[in-house]
C-alpha cells in the first residue's frame, strides 16, 4: 500500500494597481535629512525623547503634515512647514520620518 501525495501549484494573482501603488508609496520612507533642496515630503512619524518630540510637534511636525527642504547641506536642513521654516541639525533631522 503506497500514499500519493499531490501538491497543488500556487497561482499567481497579480496585484491590484492600488495596492501596487500603496506598496511603492511605503517603501519611500526615509528620515527628513535624506531629502535635498526643492524635494516635497509628508510626515510619518516624529521620534526622538520626550521633549525634543514633543517640541518638534509644537513646531508643526506632525502625522500628515506636507514638508519641503528649502536647502540642505550634510544632513543639516532648512525646511518650510505650515508656511514658517526652520533650521533643523542632522540629528534633529534624523528623528522625522516622512514619505516622498
Known amino acids: 500500500m503506497s500514499a500519493t ?3 497543488e501549484m500556487p ?12 506598496n511603492a508609496y511605503r517603501a519611500q520612507q526615509m528620515p527628513l535629512s535624506f ?3 526643492g524635494q516635497q515630503g509628508r510626515v510619518v512619524k516624529v521620534r526622538g525623547k520626550g521633549e525634543l518630540r514633543q517640541h518638534l510637534k509644537n513646531l508643526g511636525f506632525v502625522e500628515h503634515a506636507p514638508v519641503t527642504v528649502i536647502s ?4 543639516d536642513v532648512i525646511v518650510e512647514i505650515k508656511g514658517a521654516q526652520f ?3 542632522r ?3 534624523l528623528n522625522i520620518t ?3
Open 5 to 7: 501525495i499531490t501538491q
Open 11 to 22: 497561482t499567481f494573482v497579480p496585484a491590484s494597481a492600488e495596492q501596487m501603488s500603496q
Open 35 to 37: 531629502l535635498r533642496g
Open 72 to 75: 540642505e547641506h550634510s544632513g
Open 87 to 89: 533650521a533643523l541639525n
Open 91 to 93: 540629528a534633529v533631522a
Open 98 to 100: 516622512v514619505e516622498a
